[in-house]
């Protein structure tokens, strides 16, 4: 086996050595050897900064949805494929089923009266609704209530299975850390029983995670949660709608603490450390005033957000999108994202543009390789 050819770089490329025969038997060497050298390399290796592999793609719900209903129609729920779960494919990412190099986000659907079974993965997972409600989730034996605007997180290596106790069909939108998983080497799976009890197939109103955690300010004595993964199962839209709502009306009266002029934004939070909800994934609320605009802003890593309510323009380095409730677009790392909600739409809850937003930032943040830059200011 012999490595692949050396690159050539042109002559006139600065510090390169001038072509020679001696040269070429020199790189021959290399390759035999299984060895490339960094100087022909260093400019894509090292780049000024980062150059990502995925594009920045916008997928319309009103086309996702038809084609989740129809995959109802054709494909069973069971064991093989687990789940009717249809993964967003960044074009430029070779037909892998990835948004970004490190996130994973899918519609989900399924029918009145069908399980999805049991089984867990060292994948961090989260579900997020935009619409609708009857599905349960059931995550180490806790039924969880699924509902319009309601976001659901799941660490790790617990185990979960879904069933729709109504008579109509529900889709969601699933996030994961499948690519960084599957780029690392670090996954596990292991499928779980056949048949759940009938006790984990109630419908309760209030999940046991958030009898016990579910209380603003106060956790549990003597409750030790893990630090890899929240131990609340859901967080609640009512909740989150009014942290936003204040937000924004205490900036009208004159106080800070708002992101930028118009934008209002909350992070999921994990409530026995404060930090991440999961450890690879930062998930967050935002909510922009009608006719405000944020300001151009890069970051490391990737994002990928959902529309929940309003409509508006979204601009990502050069390219710019119209979006309305449901529509799903991925922000590649280190490429510009602002944010415009449009006057003029009168069927917003909240009169403004509401997103749900997931990103790889704790991965970056533990590395210390994370950095932002807003409006040409670094930090």
């Not at 037909?95 to 490190?102: E, K, N």
């Not at 205490?250 to 934004?265: N, Q, T, W, Y």
Request: zero cysteines.
């Amino acid at each position: 086996m012999t490595a692949s050819p050396v690159r050539l770089v042109a002559e006139d490329a600065p510090d390169q050595p001038r072509p020679t025969t001696e040269l070429t038997e020199l790189y021959r060497g290399f390759e035999q050897e299984l060895l490339v050298p960094l100087w022909t390399e260093i400019g894509d290796l090292m780049p000024a900064h980062p150059q990502s592999k995925a594009a920045p793609h916008l997928w319309r719900w009103d086309s996702l949805l038809p084609l989740a209903r129809r995959a109802g129609e054709l494909v069973p729920v069971g064991r093989g494929g687990e789940r009717r779960a249809i993964a967003l494919a960044n074009p430029s990412l070779g037909g892998r089923p990835f948004a970004s190099p490190t996130l994973w986000a899918a519609i989900q659907y399924l029918l009145p009266g069908e399980d999805a079974p049991e089984h867990r993965h060292t994948q961090h997972a989260f579900r997020f609704v935009v619409e609708g409600e009857g599905v349960w989730t059931v995550v180490g034996r806790d039924p969880v209530a699924m509902r319009r605007g309601d976001f659901l997180p799941q660490a790790g290596w617990n185990w979960h299975a879904h069933h729709n106790a109504t008579s109509e069909p529900m889709a969601w939108i699933d996030g994961l850390d499948i690519p960084f998983q599957y780029a690392t080497e670090a996954q596990f799976f292991e499928f779980g029983r056949d048949e759940v009890s009938e006790a984990e197939r109630i419908t309760p109103e209030r999940s046991r995670s958030e009898r016990l955690w579910g209380h603003p300010g106060l956790r549990p004595v003597g409750a030790e949660p893990s630090p890899a993964g929240t131990p609340l199962l859901a967080y609640r839209w009512e909740h989150t709608d009014r942290a936003l709502t204040e937000q924004l009306e205490l900036e009208a009266e004159g106080f800070a603490g708002v992101v930028e002029p118009g934008h209002a934004a909350v992070q999921f939070s994990h409530p026995g450390t404060g930090g991440d909800v999961l450890p690879t994934l930062r998930t967050q609320m935002h909510r922009v005033r009608r006719g405000a605009e944020t300001a151009p802003r890069r970051e490391v890593g990737s994002s990928v957000y959902q529309v929940f309510d309003g409509s508006g323009t979204v601009t990502i380095d050069g390219h710019t999108w119209t979006v309305g409730r449901g529509d799903l677009f991925v922000v590649p790392s280190w490429q510009s994202l602002s944010i415009r909600s449009e006057a003029g739409h009168t069927d917003s809850d909240s009169g403004a543009l509401d997103l749900f937003r997931f990103s790889d930032a704790p991965v970056f943040e533990a590395l210390h390789a994370d950095r932002v830059q807003v409006e040409g200011i670094s930090r």
